[in-house]
């Protein structure tokens, strides 16, 4: 165990740059990480967290001590309600709030397997966006959009841009024809949802191609969130129609 807590106060040392306090004892350095994760800056403690899940993955019992760490962590942050969230490699990121994070996992859940990778890694890169320091807000919106256009397209076959009036004119046939076996009113729900998806793409066009572009003001954090919210939801219903077209 010494030997343990030895190596990994070096490694945080050496690979991150953290200085954990410490006192030179008989057999060498004796780190103090109690002391240190009660007094560090949250920076540091954040970034302690993924150190020592970089550390227990390299050594014995690799990947599953560090599932364990990062499993733990995940626990604490929920039972304690803070506002973050790590990921399976062990980075910490802010965290919205708890439903918006419920939305994000069950997307990245929605869109597993080969079809969706584009859509997926838009996504993802959607919510790095948004948790950068400050969020680049415009960013964020862009690369939902291009997550549910990239959906849009594998969902119509047309190669068609996703526009108000191409989900009126391509999508909308399309949903009426995979939920036409439905009740009567499923179906007008379903047309109706689809209307509101029209108009939420309506709303990214003017970020769609505004990357660099300094005189679209970007969208406040406020408005990011919910956009990415609601997109989300339709995010998950254009792959769950995917899904049934090709059934």
Excluded at 162 to 188: E, W, Y
């Amino acid at each position: 165990m010494y030997e343990s807590r030895t190596s990994l106060g070096h490694f945080m040392e050496s690979q991150f740059g953290i200085e954990v306090p410490h006192y030179e004892g008989m057999g060498g350095r004796v780190f103090k990480f109690e002391d240190h994760f009660l007094q560090a800056h949250i920076d540091d403690v954040l970034e302690s967290i993924t150190a020592i899940a970089r550390y227990l993955a390299g050594g014995p019992g690799q990947s599953s001590a560090s599932d364990h760490w990062v499993n733990t962590v995940r626990q604490v942050f929920a039972e304690e309600h803070m506002a973050y969230r790590i990921d399976d490699e062990g980075v910490v990121h802010p965290l919205v709030d708890q439903a918006f994070e419920a939305a994000r996992v069950s997307v990245i859940g929605a869109l597993g397997g080969e079809t969706f990778n584009a859509a997926r890694a838009h996504f993802e890169n959607a919510i790095a966006a948004l948790e950068e320091d400050p969020p680049d807000t415009r960013g964020a919106v862009r690369e939902c959009f291009d997550a549910a256009e990239n959906l849009f397209k594998l969902l119509t076959g047309t190669g068609q841009d996703l526009t108000q009036s191409n989900v009126t004119a391509t999508l909308k046939p399309i949903a009426d024809r995979l939920h036409g076996g439905l009740a009567k009113a499923t179906q007008s729900h379903a047309g109706r949802m689809l209307s509101s998806f029209a108009d939420w793409a309506n709303a990214g066009h003017p970020y769609r191609h505004a990357q660099g572009d300094t005189e679209i003001q970007a969208p406040t954090v406020a408005l990011a969130v919910l956009y990415l919210s609601t997109g989300a939801g339709f995010i998950r219903w254009l792959a769950h129609m995917l899904t049934m077209a090709r059934l």
